[in-house]
């Protein structure tokens, strides 16, 4: 037998109740439930929402209508074609962008000034498929149609524009990927800063091999004037 729609408004409150319940988890700020009416990410989830069953319904003009006032008053752009699972939470949120053709699964966060955009040269699915539990913090550039997948970390300020598999960070410009033998759920740690860092790492390896190469032609110095003693010169 088919299952029955839901009425509109219980559909609503439904999406009240689970919205609590992200922002209690994923946000040490708030500190009470009625707290999620003025965050301006809930509104903007909310809305597009609504403007996605508009846009399912071929009725673009209005999903569009509805997506650009949430923009305008919320400042996170998230276009009514995406496709958005359950649990998605955006932090603080201003400047957020989640193109058309995005596609993110459950119980994924973003920080604000995120972009989850295409790379201008391609056509149909133009921008990322981002799987379950994957957090992507402040700044962070994903362009292009390409999956990162579940449990994955993007660091602030990265710029990924390839293929990221499940249970790895990436981190820099462009994103490099560092993987980790053991899974971790980033929506339950949330942690931005604690993340690796390779282009310290490659600068402290450059050190020291400058360093091995400074001490031999040291040594080969000392060598040479040896030599010139022992024969006078």
């Not at 088919?2 to 999406?15: E, L, R, S």
């Not at 689970?18 to 903007?44: N, T």
């Not at 490099?176 to 942690?191: F, Q, S």
């Not at 604690?194 to 400058?210: M, S």
Request: some cysteine.
């Amino acid at each position: 037998m088919k299952k029955k729609a839901k009425n509109p408004i219980d559909a609503v409150v439904d999406y009240v109740l689970a919205e609590i319940q992200i922002v209690k988890e994923r946000d040490p700020a708030m500190h009470s439930p009625f707290e999620v009416f003025l965050y301006a990410s809930f509104w903007a989830v909310l809305w597009y929402r609504l403007a996605h069953r508009f846009y399912l319904k071929k009725h673009y003009i209005i999903a569009r209508a509805i997506s650009q006032y949430a923009r305008n008053t919320t400042g996170i752009e998230i276009h009514p074609g995406a496709k958005i699972g359950k649990g998605f939470f955006i932090d603080h949120g201003a400047g957020v962008i989640i193109g058309e053709t995005t596609e993110i699964g459950d119980n994924v966060t973003l920080f604000q000034g995120v972009t989850l955009g295409g790379t201008g040269k391609e056509s149909g699915k133009r921008h990322p498929t981002i799987k379950d539990n994957v957090m992507i913090s402040t700044g962070a550039k994903v362009l292009g149609s390409f999956t990162v997948g579940e449990n994955s970390k993007i660091g602030a300020g990265s710029v990924v524009l390839s293929e990221v598999p499940p249970n790895c960070t990436v981190v820099g410009v462009p994103g490099r990927i560092v993987k980790y033998h053991d899974a971790h759920i980033p929506r339950e740690d949330m942690v931005q800063i604690d993340l690796p860092d390779p282009v310290k790492d490659d600068i402290t390896g450059l050190k020291h091999a400058n360093s091995e190469i400074t001490n031999r032609l040291l040594e080969l110095e000392s060598i040479v004037k040896k030599m010139r003693k022992e024969r006078g010169t």
